[in-house]
């Protein structure tokens, strides 16, 4: 990690809630939860085989500070530059200066 000062994109993390339809049942809608800024890396741009069709993958690795009591979870999105990623990787890094790792990716 190159430090704090390599954070400089702000990025929104997004909660699924649930949202009613008018006939009964419910469907998932993502609402914005909190910013932080981030260090964004590029992590991939290959192909990748989804429901038997090849699809153009693009993806991140976001790197935020470990803060108390806010812990990101697979299930949240990650809005950045108008985009919102799906998180399929989470690790907690540097035990001196702690921040998470989070593997993200946008396929459309």
């Known amino acids: 990690m190159s430090g704090i000062g390599a954070m400089r994109d702000k990025v929104t993390f997004k909660v699924p809630t649930r949202e009613q339809q ?16 981030t260090e964004v ?5 290959q ?3 989804v429901s038997d069709q090849t699809a153009l993958v693009d993806g991140f690795r976001f790197r ?4 108390p009591g806010f812990v990101p ?13 799906a998180i399929n990787g989470i690790e907690e890094r540097h035990q001196r200066r702690r921040y998470w790792e989070i593997k993200a990716v946008y396929n459309g």
């Not at 008018?22 to 800024?37: H, K, Q």
């Not at 935020?64 to 803060?67: E, Q, S, T």
């Not at 999105?77 to 919102?84: C, D, H, K, P, V």
């Open 22 to 37: 008018p006939g009964g049942g419910s469907f998932p809608v993502y609402a914005p939860d909190r910013e932080e800024w």
């Open 41 to 45: 890396l590029p992590y991939s741009s």
């Open 47 to 49: 192909r990748d085989l």
């Open 64 to 67: 935020i500070r470990w803060v």
């Open 73 to 85: 979870a697979k299930d949240m999105l990650i809005e950045y530059n108008g985009r919102s990623y």
